[in-house]
């Protein structure tokens, strides 16, 4: 936007003022920073360390968590039973046939309960199910 300055000088001058703009992108610098953890896993759980492997394609996967204490979580969701879990991946997996699934399991949930879960993921039709886990 070009201004005249108070002077006898007919010269149009020509600088932006880019202090409102410095302000916006600080408030939204902020508020990704305040968003950004809360889109990630909601459940905390500590993986077990593996070598170094192939990541995978996290764009359209669903996370499957299992705490500790043998909760389990499904996309953000608490889930009730297996059953309840095999019910709600059969919704899934007619939605979205290819879908990848995540298996975030706590180092510490008994075997048994991973493999429990493992099962009922493929009787509910997962053709693509990957376990998660953290480089050593």
């Not at 905390?44 to 909760?71: E, F, H, M, W, Y």
């Not at 991973?114 to 509910?124: Q, W």
Request: aromatic residues 2%.
């Amino acid at each position: 936007m070009a201004m005249k300055t108070g002077g006898d000088n007919d010269e149009v001058m020509s600088e932006i003022n880019v202090t409102p703009l410095v302000d916006v992108m600080l408030v939204l610098v902020i508020v990704f920073l305040v968003t950004a953890p809360l889109l990630t896993q909601s459940m905390n759980v500590n993986l077990p360390k593996t070598g170094a492997v192939a990541a995978a394609d996290d764009n359209q996967s669903t996370p499957i968590g299992i705490d500790a204490q043998g909760r389990i979580v499904l996309d953000k969701t608490g889930i009730a039973d297996l059953a309840e879990l095999e019910a709600k991946l059969r919704y899934r997996v007619q939605q979205h046939p290819e879908g990848l699934y995540i298996v975030h399991a706590d180092q510490a949930v008994s075997y048994a309960v991973v493999a429990k879960v493992l099962a009922t993921a493929h009787k509910a039709g997962i053709n693509r199910l990957s376990l998660a886990t953290v480089q050593e």
